[in-house]
C-alpha cells in the first residue's frame, strides 16, 4: 500500500468536495481541483492541483492502493477506479477511515491491530466488508462481535435490528436464542413490540433448534435435514460444497437443498 508503487488513491471519510464547493456557490473552481482520475508516475505525487488544499478541506484520509490486488480481492473495490486502467483518485465520502484501513490490511493479508478490541469499530468493519463484499472478513468480525457481546434485555432490540439490516445470521441466531430464553420477560417489557418483520420465523427455528438439541425431537434432523441447523453448521455445509456461505438463514438452507436436488437428493455426491 505504499504511494511509489500504487495506481489507486482512496480518499476516506470527510466531507464530499463537490458537494462542498457547491454549498459555497463556486462550482467552476471546484472542477479545477476535483478529478476522479489522475495523471501520475510511480515514483511522483499524483499530478493535482490543489491536492493538499483538497485533502485538508474535506478532512479524508488518504490510502495506497494497487488495482491488480483489488481486482482479485476486492472487485467492486477496484470497478471504483478508472476503467481504462490509468491510475485513479476515488474519493468515498461518509466511510469510517479505521474501518476502511482495516479492510484494506485484511485485503493484503496483514493482521489487523487490536481486532475487536474496539465493538464500534468491529460493526463499522462489517459494515464495510457487507458493502464492498470482503465476505470472510464481514463473517470474522461479526463471529468476533457475538463472542464480544453480552446479550441482555435492555440491547437484544438493538442487536437483532442490526444483525436484520447487515444480514448477520450469525448474530441473529445469538438473538433468537436468548429471546426464546426470556421469551417471558421480553413480553412483559414490551421489548420486541419494534422487531423487524420476518423475525417470528427466527423464532420458531431457535425454538425447534432447542427441542433438538435438548431431545424432545430426536426424528426432527433427520425430517428437517437443514431447518435446525446452527448458522455454523450451514455454513461449514455450504463450504464444504463450494457455496456462497454469506446469507440469511432462509438464504443458506435454500442453497444447500437446491445443491442437493442438482445431486439427486445425494448430499455426498461431488461435481467432478
Given at each position: 500500500m505504499d504511494e511509489e508503487s500504487a495506481d489507486i488513491v482512496f480518499y476516506i471519510g470527510g466531507e464530499n468536495l463537490e458537494d462542498k464547493v457547491s454549498d459555497q456557490g463556486n462550482k467552476?473552481?471546484?472542477?479545477?481541483?476535483y478529478s476522479r482520475r489522475l495523471s501520475f508516475t510511480k515514483r511522483s505525487a499524483p499530478q493535482l492541483t490543489g491536492q493538499q488544499e483538497e485533502n485538508e478541506a474535506t478532512k479524508a484520509t488518504k490510502f495506497y492502493a494497487h488495482r491488480l490486488i483489488l481486482k482479485k480481492a476486492a472487485?467492486?473495490?477496484?470497478?471504483?477506479?478508472?476503467?481504462?486502467?490509468?491510475?485513479?483518485?476515488v474519493e468515498i465520502p461518509n466511510l469510517s477511515s479505521a474501518a476502511f484501513k482495516a479492510m484494506l490490511l485484511y485485503i493484503y493479508g496483514c493482521e489487523i491491530p487490536k481486532f475487536g478490541e474496539d465493538m464500534s469499530l468491529t460493526k463499522e468493519i462489517i459494515e464495510v466488508a457487507d458493502k464492498y463484499e470482503i465476505t470472510h472478513l464481514k463473517l470474522e468480525a461479526e463471529a468476533v462481535y457475538v463472542a464480544s457481546i453480552e446479550m441482555t434485555v435492555d440491547n437484544v432490540l438493538e442487536n437483532l435490528q442490526?444483525?436484520?439490516?447487515?444480514?448477520?445470521?450469525f448474530l441473529k441466531e445469538e438473538v433468537m436464542d436468548f429471546i426464546v430464553k426470556n421469551v417471558a420477560v421480553l413480553l412483559q417489557k414490551g421489548t420486541l413490540k419494534d422487531a423487524p418483520e420476518g423475525v417470528f420465523h427466527d423464532?420458531?427455528?431457535?425454538?425447534?433448534?432447542?427441542?433438538?438439541?435438548?431431545?424432545?425431537?430426536?426424528k426432527d434432523r433427520m425430517e428437517n435435514k437443514f431447518g435446525t441447523l446452527r448458522i455454523?453448521?450451514?455454513?461449514?455445509?455450504?463450504?464444504?460444497k463450494g457455496l456462497e456461505?454469506?446469507?440469511?438463514?432462509?438464504?443458506?438452507?435454500?442453497t444447500l437443498k437446491g445443491a442437493d436436488?442438482?445431486?439427486g437428493g445425494n448430499p455426498d455426491t461431488k461435481e467432478v
Open positions: 467552476s473552481s471546484g472542477a479545477k481541483i472487485p467492486l473495490l477496484a470497478e471504483l477506479s478508472a476503467s481504462d486502467g490509468s491510475p485513479s483518485h442490526y444483525a436484520d439490516s447487515m444480514n448477520c445470521a423464532v420458531l427455528a431457535a425454538i425447534a433448534r432447542r427441542d433438538v438439541e435438548s431431545g424432545v425431537d430426536k455454523s453448521e450451514l455454513r461449514r455445509e455450504a463450504c464444504e456461505v454469506d446469507g440469511s438463514r432462509e438464504t443458506l438452507i435454500a436436488n442438482d445431486n
